[in-house]
């Protein structure tokens, strides 16, 4: 088991290695190619299979679905406010929103069984 997470560790860290790369060197939409390509969530979708099977799966694609409002709004946050308060408050202000939008998703998903 140690292995398998040593494994993702590295992989996951070369995905946010080559997006901060890409970057950081002004290609940002080769950094979001890289990020959003579904890297991720692919490599997150075989390792879950590996771990919990077709299960496993399912409810992680169904929350990604639930939190995708709240992701989509994090950036629009962070995009609209990053050259009027900054990068640190910027994220912080994304980050707060993402959260509560997120805690309002899980609460409605929850009590209207979603």
Request: proline content about 2%; cysteine-free; charged content about 10%.
């Amino acid at each position: 088991m140690i292995t398998r997470l040593i494994i993702y560790f590295v992989l996951g860290g070369a995905i946010i290695a080559s997006t901060t790369y890409f970057a950081s060197v002004g290609r940002g939409f080769a950094a979001a190619f890289v990020y959003t390509v579904p890297s991720t969530t692919l490599l997150t979708f075989i390792f879950t299979y590996l771990e919990a099977g077709n299960a496993g799966i399912i409810g992680y694609a169904k929350a990604l679905l639930y939190f995708l409002p709240a992701w989509v709004i994090y950036i629009l946050t962070v995009l609209l406010t990053l050259e009027r308060i900054g990068v640190v408050k910027s994220l912080a202000l994304g980050l707060i929103v993402f959260l509560v939008l997120a805690l309002v998703t899980r609460i409605v998903v929850r009590n209207w069984g979603i």
